[in-house]
Structure formats: C-alpha cells, structure tokens
C-alpha cells in the first residue's frame, strides 16, 4: 500500500508563488511514475504535470515546474505567476488514475 502526502498549499496572491511537496511511503517506488494533479471548484480532476514532468497541460506551462528526489521518495510542484485560476485541490498521483492518490492540499489564489 502506497501513501501519498501532500504538503505546501496555502493561501497567496496572485502573482506569487508556492512549492507544493509529496512524499511517498513506499521506498520501492519511482518517483519517475508520480505526477501531480488538481481538481478546481466546480471542475473535474485535471491533470497538470504528468510523469514526473515529462509533460504538464497548457495553462501552467512556463509557471509550473515538477521536479523530484528519489532518494528521498519525494517530488515538487513549484509554481510561479500564479492565477486565480490557478485555485485548487492539488494531488499528488503514482500509478495513474487507478493509482494510489494523496490526500490533496488546498492552493487559494486570491487577493
């Protein structure tokens, strides 16, 4: 059993920035499979940066970076410029969407 846990949200200003952070339980995992996700109020779940930042959905490229530390068991989400928008459960993902799941970290974008 994998456990995701999420930290790193809070509540800023648009224009700021935040880093979220995942750490996973499980050390025979690979950071290489882990991807972020959101889920906006009123939306569906969307990816934003998938396989450990092989590829993130148009609306954060350029401001979104996911990076990660597998001797750690840990990956990042920095995120730069941020939007109202941009407001969210933020997710942390292994294993695809019948994967194992965080428990999400609430990103406010608001002045």
């Known amino acids: 059993q994998v456990q995701l846990v999420e930290s790193g949200g809070g509540l800023v200003q648009p224009g700021e920035s935040l880093r979220l952070s995942c750490v996973a339980s499980?050390?025979?995992?690979?950071?290489?499979?882990m991807s972020w996700y959101r889920q906006r109020p009123g939306k569906e779940r969307e990816l934003v940066a998938g396989r450990a930042g092989a590829n993130y959905t148009d609306s954060v490229k350029g401001r979104f970076t996911m990076s990660r530390d597998d001797a750690k068991k840990t990956v990042y989400l920095q995120m730069i410029n941020l939007e109202p928008e941009d407001t969210a459960v933020y997710y942390c993902n292994y294993g695809g969407l019948r994967g194992y799941w965080g428990q999400g970290t609430l990103v406010t974008v608001s002045s």
């Open positions: 499980e050390f025979a995992i690979s950071t290489a499979f």
